[in-house]
């Protein structure tokens, strides 16, 4: 009969199904990675993306099961128009407009906007498409389709949240990662419809536009995307290169070994207290460039540098040529290392960012301090990198809160001008009283026991 639907085969819709799972969770993953430099990498975002993409995921499924049309034609649309979507919200073009157009809001409610109109609505598009294949999927009985459908998408999941995090992003950069999602997307479509409309062409020439466009911009913008960060290298009015993470300036580098003032400022204190016979143990959290120490004497630090990207040594390397990088590089989690490895250090350098202004969370948290405490030599001292407004503020309150809580002797210094975003440096001894949380009341006044033990007088 002309024009009747002509159905997916078993192995045909498998295939669909295998890709649409790859690539539903590839687009999740994608944005959570497209989402750092602008918003940082913390729980509360994750929640805001994981939550949307579900929400869209139960609204698709219910309108897939609707539907009493066409239903190849219908999956063929669909996932032409996730690859389109997914090739221009994922790009940086996208994720710049939707937190232009929404500089006004809270940026996590910007995350919840992004969510909602860049990831949510390509979760409704692939999600209509699975329960239109669970007709073709898997044997006669509907149970038995429908087992084969979703377990055939969720293995689809298992592969696009593995390779696009740990092999793809890493190989290819973010822009890469893109391009292959959307134009998966656009052949599976056009080999789900024999017929391909001019709807299908349409999605086509938009993925191979935006995506490559997006290709270009990142080959011309940065050194290197990883699945953790953007890096580029730009050359300042004084002839200084400064390596960028995540839009943020991370290292500074002159030739002559000087960085940025908050790093020379921590430099002055661990070079100016070593201790006699042998190099001071340094630990760098958040390596950047692995700046620190340079235009010091090579021998008078042993610099272990940590961070999560594996993949940042070689950036580092181009970053200094034709100098070359001191210390040794240990691509993991700062608090994990410091779980793993049981070493005194003299200083332990906190300087690590998820975004331009934010310390990732689990970093800032009491066991943390108090873990690095630990580690720390009888002398030894935490300094932590601050990045503050002008006028006080939850995080930066809560966080000088939380260090004074285990450290009994911090100082700070600030570094920058008064009116903008400035460097806030705290250099945290170790110290016997450190945990002390006595407060002088009224009902308990043990002050001048206290000056009188100390040995101090009126």
Not at 66 to 85: H, I, Q
Not at 137 to 164: D, H, I, Q, R
Not at 169 to 189: K, R
Request: hydrophobic fraction near 50%.
């Amino acid at each position: 009969m002309p024009g009747a639907e002509r159905p997916i085969g078993p192995r045909a819709a498998t295939a669909l199904l295998l890709v649409e799972g790859y690539c539903a969770l590839a687009v999740e993953m994608i944005a959570l990675r497209a989402l750092v430099p602008v918003a940082g990498h913390s729980v509360a975002v994750t929640s805001l993306v994981v939550t949307a993409f579900l929400a869209a995921l139960a609204l698709g499924y219910r309108a897939g099961g609707a539907f009493a049309g066409n239903a190849r034609e219908k999956v063929a649309r669909n996932l032409a128009a996730a690859g389109a979507w997914s090739a221009f919200w994922l790009s940086r073009f996208g994720v710049a407009l939707a937190f232009e157009a929404t500089g006004a809001l809270p940026p996590l409610v910007q995350v919840a906007v992004y969510a909602v109109v860049g990831v949510g609505p390509v979760a409704y598009l692939l999600a209509q498409a699975v329960v239109l294949l669970v007709g073709s999927a898997g044997p006669e009985t509907a149970p038995g389709k429908a087992g084969a459908a979703f377990a055939a998408s969720t293995l689809g999941n298992v592969a696009g949240g593995l390779a696009t995090a740990l092999v793809v992003m890493q190989l290819v950069g973010v822009a890469g990662a893109v391009a292959l999602v959307s134009g998966l997307l656009v052949l599976a479509a056009l080999a789900a419809w024999a017929r391909a409309g001019w709807r299908l062409w349409a999605a086509a020439v938009v993925v191979a536009g935006v995506a490559g466009a997006n290709l270009v911009v990142e080959r011309d913008a940065y050194v290197l995307t990883t699945a953790h960060a953007d890096y580029a290298v730009e050359a300042d009015a004084a002839g200084a290169r400064t390596l960028r993470v995540n839009a943020q300036n991370a290292s500074r580098e002159d030739g002559a070994g000087t960085g940025h003032a908050y790093i020379e400022w921590i430099e002055d204190r661990v070079y100016g207290n070593l201790p006699e016979g042998r190099p001071a143990r340094v630990l760098v959290i958040g390596a950047g460039g692995f700046t620190f120490g340079r235009g010091r004497p090579g021998d008078a630090a042993e610099i272990v540098f940590v961070d999560v990207d594996a993949r940042l040594a070689p950036v580092a390397d181009a970053f200094l040529a034709p100098a070359t990088r001191r210390g040794r590089y240990a691509a993991m989690d700062g608090r994990a290392y410091l779980l793993r490895h049981e070493v005194a250090f003299e200083a332990i350098v906190l300087d690590a960012y998820a975004d331009r202004t934010a310390v990732p969370s689990h970093l800032l948290t009491r066991e943390f301090f108090a873990l690095a405490r630990s580690r720390l030599s009888e002398d030894g001292t935490l300094y932590v990198n601050l990045i503050v407004a002008p006028q006080p503020d939850r995080l930066s309150t809560r966080t000088d809160r939380t260090l004074r809580s285990v450290f009994a002797a911090c100082w700070t210094q600030e570094l920058g001008e008064a009116s903008r975003w400035r460097n806030r440096v705290y250099s945290c001894a170790r110290g016997a009283l450190d945990g002390d949380a006595t407060i002088y009341g009224d009902s308990s006044m043990t002050a001048g026991v206290d000056g009188g033990v100390d040995g101090r007088r009126d």
